[in-house]
């Protein structure tokens, strides 16, 4: 029997998830596509979902993590602020510097 190890890294900010795996999805769709409504549909999420969930990563972090661009003829848009990127530069670092303590504890005890 093969067995392998999972794990899965999120932060709270106030007892209240902030970001994990679902998020950092969308924010990074949000940053590549330059829109949450673009982003949303990549995630099979409404534009109303994926915009509340931005909206409460901000107010639990105190801080702005997508900037919009109001429409026009040319359309709208939404980029990451400067926050955001430091924010998903630091939990890459994190989530990857524990994805290997985890996969050298279980080749330690189970292999």
Excluded: C
């Excluded at 979902?49 to 409460?56: F, M």
């Excluded at 524990?98 to 504890?105: A, G, M, Q, S, Y």
Aim: charged letters at 30%.
């Amino acid at each position: 029997m093969k067995i392998e190890v999972r794990s899965k890294v999120w932060l709270e900010a106030r007892g209240r998830p902030v970001l994990g795996p679902g998020r950092l999805q969308l924010l990074q769709h949000i940053d590549k596509q330059g829109s949450i409504s673009r982003a949303a549909n990549m995630l099979k999420m409404t534009y109303r979902k994926a915009w509340g969930q931005v909206r409460a990563m901000e107010a639990q972090l105190d801080q702005p993590l997508v900037e919009k661009q109001a429409g026009g003829s040319g359309g709208g848009g939404a980029r990451l602020t400067p926050q955001a990127r430091e924010l998903l530069a630091k939990y890459f670092r994190l989530a990857q510097g524990i994805e290997e303590e985890v996969d050298r504890r279980f080749r330690e005890i189970f292999l």
